[in-house]
């Protein structure tokens, strides 16, 4: 299903066929991509996967060995860097350490040769969306990591381009101040209507920031979608082990038909039902997903005939808001379920080497055939 985005707002970014080698190793195969008006849209991937390479080409530094870019419906895939109506916030944000903070975010301007006053009203109203107006004759040095980054931001945003690209935007912040700057990030973003193409590693900043993600693995597009589809729906084993935890096991199909399959793992010694079909010939390999935090952990032995299985708690994890269980199954394997601490007392939470059932529920099983 399409979202909000997709629905309502034009195409603003449209990538095709979008490759490139570096002599014999191929860093982004042949992508496909549509970025819609108003989206902040993530480029998620471990190191080296090819999200840089993709963000360079659109900002015009990396030439494409194959493919287009489309930006406002105009191929950019040959125009110079400075001639695309976009612009991108580094990583490390390439502040001039010589220029005060005004200096900085009026530089393209300057360089775009915009009358002085356009320049000033430009500025002014930049350093008040950041919220630096009484740092304006600051330099760099002067500056907080955080005020830096709300520096480079205004700076890219002073030209009004259509598209912003961001390149780990929070790679330069230590984590708390990462997790604070998320939500203020986007409110500035979304105040100025921009689109954004970011790239991270980090999955909860995806998920915070972004309406819609890419999750990309050497050099494609595994995924696309919503933080909840990709969260609840992920379409392979990488997907599903790249988005928050999971329990994953290689089972076997014994039959599916009419809304109904039954799969066999050996790490369970009781068949595991789902309500749905799964396409793929009876005996085939299926792998099932379970999030921890839907594998339900219980002293009272469950009456169903499936989707259950004995355990014993080897270790709980206390984390304030969860603990995580490390159950060991009659197999030897280990799987988590975590709980939430909202239990006053904890009346009844299970602790160290109790025996104790697990059981999930048909919905919450992901199947998953590659
Ligand atoms: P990171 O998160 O570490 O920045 P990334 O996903 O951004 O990783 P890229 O920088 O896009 O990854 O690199 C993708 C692959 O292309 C890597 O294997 C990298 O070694 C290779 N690569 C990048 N630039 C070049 C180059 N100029 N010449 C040869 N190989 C390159």
Redesign the pocket.
């Known amino acids: 299903k399409a979202s909000p985005v997709e629905q309502n707002k034009k195409p603003i970014l449209q990538i095709k066929g979008l490759t490139k080698n ?1 002599s014999n ?1 191929t ?1 982004v195969n042949n992508v496909d991509l549509t970025i819609y008006e108003g989206e902040i849209f993530a480029l998620l ?1 471990s ?7 993709l963000l360079r080409m659109l900002a015009g530094f990396e030439q494409p060995s194959d493919g287009h870019i489309i930006l406002d419906g105009e191929d950019i895939v040959n125009l110079p860097p400075y001639k695309r109506t976009l612009n991108m916030m580094f990583q490390s944000y390439a502040l001039f350490p010589y220029m005060t903070v005004r200096q900085n975010i009026a530089f393209g301007l300057k360089q775009e040769k915009l009358p002085r006053d356009v320049i000033n009203a430009r500025v002014e109203k930049m350093l008040k969306l950041v919220h630096m107006e009484e740092y304006v004759d600051r330099r760099p040095y002067q500056l907080s990591g955080g005020q830096r980054q709300r520096v480079a931001l205004a700076r890219s945003l002073a030209k009004e381009p259509r598209l912003l690209l961001l390149d780990e935007p929070m790679g330069a912040l230590d984590k708390k101040l990462r997790e604070q700057m998320r939500l203020e990030l986007v409110d500035i973003i979304n105040s100025v209507g921009v689109t954004c193409l970011m ?1 991270t ?1 980090d999955q909860e900043e995806a998920m915070t920031m972004a309406d819609r993600i890419a999750i990309m693995d050497r050099g494609e597009f595994v995924q696309i979608g919503g933080p909840r589809e990709i969260y609840e729906n992920p379409n392979c084993r990488f997907s599903a082990e790249f988005i928050g935890q999971v329990n994953m096991f290689d089972c076997t199909l014994t039959k599916s038909d009419n809304k109904h399959s039954v799969i066999q793992c050996n790490d369970f010694p009781r068949p595991i039902e789902l309500l749905h079909d799964i396409d793929i010939a009876d005996g085939m390999p299926v792998s099932i997903a379970m999030r921890p935090e839907k594998v339900y952990i219980s002293h009272e032995e469950p009456k169903e005939p499936t989707n259950w299985c004995e355990g014993t708690v080897e270790n709980i994890a206390y984390l304030g808001d969860i603990s995580i269980y490390y159950v060991r199954l009659p197999s030897g394997r280990i799987i988590t379920s975590t709980l939430p601490n909202v239990d006053r007392f904890n009346v009844g939470l299970p602790t160290w080497d109790d025996k104790v059932y697990l059981s999930w529920d048909p919905e919450s099983c992901i199947a998953l055939t590659f």
């Open positions: 570096f190793f860093a991937g190191s080296g996967c090819g999200k840089s390479t790239v590693h």
